[in-house]
């Protein structure tokens, strides 16, 4: 089963909008939750993450909201840009960022 | 520093074949791991090493075999390739097990089996 569950799986915004792609998970051990951002050809890279004690975490244009009661986050890009086209992920790990569980990938396409 | 690095970037094997994808990292990291990368379902764990010596199954790891002998290396070996493996490999690495440091992804490794 998909213990972290992605959506939606594709998206499409005009420069300037602010994307928002939702994530939600099963395992309320998960302590670790990072974004990765993927251009095709590419490997993962680490976009932002959060941990649980906090309820919002942002660095630059990417901000993470995280619910711990309902079990989801997101990430928000604001101002967005046709260079932030790419595939991104959601992921949770427990008890350190090395065994990742990642969400299924939203293609996001950000049109000039 | 040249991050992770796999090799080959592309293979085609035929049903049955075995190979090795190798990967290597210069940051001297502990933690070292491989997932796939299938459409519709983000990456999944395959194998992960916390340490030289020291190896570990992830969520999908039939198939598949790994060793560690070194700090920097971490081969991945198809002893019989199936078609199911047709996938875009990663392996990626950080600094320590149990940590909240970031981990790195290499460039991938795309497979296709025929």
């Known amino acids: 089963q998909q213990q972290v569950k992605q959506s939606p799986q594709s998206l499409i915004v005009q420069k300037g909008g602010i994307p928002i792609i939702n994530c939600a998970y099963e395992?309320?051990?998960?302590?670790?939750f990072p974004w990765y951002q993927q251009f095709p050809g590419k490997g993962p890279a680490l976009l932002i993450a959060?941990?649980?004690?906090?309820s919002e975490k942002k660095e630059g244009r990417f901000t993470i909201s995280f619910n711990k009661s309902a079990k989801q986050f997101s990430l928000h890009i604001m101002d967005s840009q046709p260079g932030d086209s790419a595939t991104y992920f959601c992921?949770?790990?427990?008890?350190?960022?090395?065994?990742?569980?990642f969400g299924q990938g939203t293609r996001l396409t950000i049109n000039p | 520093n040249a991050g992770v690095t796999q090799t080959p970037k592309f293979q085609v094997l035929k049903t049955g074949q075995s190979m090795t994808l190798q990967c290597a990292q210069d940051?001297?990291?502990?933690?070292m791991s491989w997932y796939r990368q299938d459409p519709g379902m983000g990456l999944r764990l395959i194998h992960y090493?916390?340490?030289?010596?020291?190896?570990d199954q992830g969520e999908v790891p039939n198939g598949y075999n790994v060793s560690r002998s070194t700090t920097e290396d971490f081969p991945l070996r198809l002893l019989s390739a199936a078609p199911s493996q047709t996938s875009v490999y990663f392996c990626?690495?950080?600094?320590?097990?149990?940590?909240?440091?970031?981990?790195?992804f290499g460039p991938g490794t795309r497979l296709t089996v025929l």
């Open positions: 992921a949770a790990s427990i008890m350190g960022a090395q065994k990742l569980v």
């Open positions: 990626a690495s950080s600094s320590r097990p149990g940590s909240y440091n970031e981990q790195f």
């Open positions: 959060i941990r649980p004690d906090v």
């Open positions: 090493s916390v340490g030289a010596g020291i190896t």
């Open positions: 940051m001297n990291h502990e933690y």
């Open positions: 395992n309320t051990a998960f302590d670790y």
